[in-house]
Structures are given as C-alpha cells and as structure tokens.
C-alpha cells in the first residue's frame, strides 16, 4: 500500500461507524478517475482487518462493498473514491 496513514486512516473511521443505516441512494463526491484511491488497496485493508468480500464495485461514485465482516455478519459499505472514508453502511445485527 503506498500510504500507510490510509490505513490508519481508513481504521479508525470504520471503528468509529460501527452501525449506520444506508440511505435508500447512497451517493458520493465526484473525483476525476486520476484521484481515485486504488480498488486493490481498498481490498487489502478489508481483507487484513478480517472482512469477507462478495462484492466490490463502482456505484453513484463510490466504492459499494458487500461482503461479512469479522463476526460472520453481513454488511454493505460505501466508501469516498479519493479518502477512502467510509459515507453510509448497514451491518447486519
């Protein structure tokens, strides 16, 4: 990964979202594609912190995770396509 503040980064705002409803359209900022922040980094971090990924894909200019987290609960996950940060989930109770 080529910024390891990412990570930390993108930590602490999930620590910070444990339960959050997702809104029916769930849309994020958009960035020219040379902005993006790398999907496969992306997938790293959720792989390294324990989640399960289904899917990960491009929708309403966010990156859409749906997959299990760590407990074995599902969870849907939009993120920023430049910080990473996480702008609405839904996790499974």
Known sequence: MKNK??????????????VSKVQAAVTC??????????????KQVLIEEG????????ENNCYEMYGKNKQNKKVEIYFDMKLLAIVAAEIEK
């Open 5 to 18: 503040n990412m990570k930390s980064l993108f930590l602490v705002l999930l620590l910070g979202l444990m």
């Open 29 to 42: 900022k958009a960035y020219p594609q040379s902005e993006w922040a790398n999907q496969d980094d992306l």
């Open 51 to 58: 989640y399960t990924i289904k899917t990960l894909k491009i």
